[in-house]
């Protein structure tokens, strides 16, 4: 494309250029997901004091779309926006791989396992199958410090309207500010606050058919 950019002819000074902008439009997150979660992060951030994050899938990995940080002094930066890590990496891996088939979280710990343990050579991929488990259980997963110790968080899948898995909404804390009592307590808007994005999602996603069907 030769409007990726653009140059001023005065300053000879270079800048994006439009063409730069609709890429940018079209690598949007699907479904709008990162601009509907917003009041959610902000709402989440606020009740817990800790930090809320914003993860989606793309292929083996996570990506961190959106950070939000709550008014605790000391709190967890493990994780910045643009970050991406393989499966099973943290707590939004684990809600993600808990909306997996079992075949399927098998493949994706098969094929993610070098590069985590490359990175993370102490790294228990054994204990996987079972937190993943237990994610499915409860509705929402708990990294118990597996790749920063004393960095807790704990983790909500997000669908999209056909019930696949998007990403994952998370509330990350230091070790002392997420017992098991704390846990419990934070999961309840945890859910809550995935249940209303997945319910934007759907909602947007049927506004967005009626729009081509009236205009299409």
Request: proline share 5%; with cysteine.
């Amino acid at each position: 494309m030769t409007g990726l950019i653009k140059q001023d002819t005065a300053s000879k000074k270079y800048s994006l250029g439009i063409d730069a902008y609709l890429l940018g439009q079209l690598a949007e997150p699907p479904h709008n997901i990162h601009n509907l979660s917003r009041e959610g992060m902000r709402h989440l951030a606020e009740v817990s004091q800790d930090t809320a994050f914003l993860s989606i899938l793309q292929g083996t990995s996570t990506v961190c779309l959106h950070r939000e940080e709550g008014k605790y002094p000391i709190r967890t930066h493990v994780l910045n926006v643009g970050d991406r890590h393989p499966m099973p990496m943290g707590a939004a891996s684990l809600a993600m791989l808990s909306c997996l088939k079992q075949s399927e979280v098998d493949f994706m710990l098969k094929i993610t396992a070098a590069e985590v343990l490359s990175k993370f050579p102490n790294f228990d991929m054994q204990s996987m199958h079972r937190l993943v488990a237990e994610a499915r259980q409860r509705g929402w997963a708990l990294n118990p410090g597996l790749v920063f110790p004393g960095s807790w968080a704990i983790s909500a899948p997000v669908r999209d309207p056909d019930g696949k898995v998007l990403g994952a909404i998370t509330i990350g804390a230091i070790e002392s500010r997420l017992n098991g009592e704390r846990q419990l307590e934070l999961a309840i808007p945890l859910l809550e606050e995935a249940k209303k994005l997945e319910k934007l999602i759907r909602n947007s996603h049927l506004r967005m058919r009626s729009s081509r069907a009236l205009f299409g």
